[in-house]
């Protein structure tokens, strides 16, 4: 899996996070609205916070299911959350499609998860049943533009994917 830019990473510090939050909000409130039940298997873990925190990003996001809500802060000020997962940008967003096993990722150590263990599982289990898939729930998103952004989108999710051969990501 490449990594996400460090160029375009680092340039998001710029960004006002009303901004960041905006856009996440937007999506969240798309994501939802194509799959109303996501949070349906969370049961007695629905009102946990969980927190996403990509090591390649200024931010760090927290998703509350029982509103559902997302709220986005800076690295290092992220409000109390019940569980967090750490890992890059692309392979959370891989993981939150089900395209790349958890368990494996968390044995590798390439992503650390903390906290309530329980409402994780239960977490990740409610996502591999969802059946998201960011390029087509997204690009519904962009209206008539739809069938560009999410042939863009897939574009972009198999470039990002796929194994770096014989040089640097992204270049």
């Known amino acids: 899996m490449r990594p996400f830019p460090a160029a375009i990473a680092t340039s998001m510090n710029f960004l006002p996070l009303a901004v960041v939050q905006r856009a996440t909000a937007a999506m969240l409130a798309q994501i939802m609205k194509r799959h109303p039940d996501l949070f349906g298997r969370l049961g007695e873990h629905s009102g ?11 931010f760090a996001f927290m998703v509350e299911p029982a509103r559902p809500a997302i ?17 890059p940008l692309f392979m959370l967003l891989a993981l939150m499609e089900g395209r790349q096993d958890a368990d494996a990722l968390f044995f590798s150590r390439d992503l650390s998860v903390t906290g309530d263990m329980e409402a994780m599982v239960a977490l990740r289990n409610a996502l591999d049943d969802s059946g998201i898939d960011l ?28 194994e770096t051969r014989g040089g640097a990501a992204w270049s």
């Open 135 to 162: 390029p087509r729930d997204l690009g519904a998103f962009a209206g008539p533009f739809a069938p560009v952004v999410t042939g863009l989108a897939n574009r972009l999710r198999g470039h990002v994917l796929s």
């Open 71 to 87: 709220t986005v802060s800076r690295k290092g000020r992220l409000p109390k959350v019940d569980a967090a997962v750490e890992g």
């Open 48 to 58: 946990k916070r969980y927190a996403f925190q990509p090591v390649d990003l200024p």
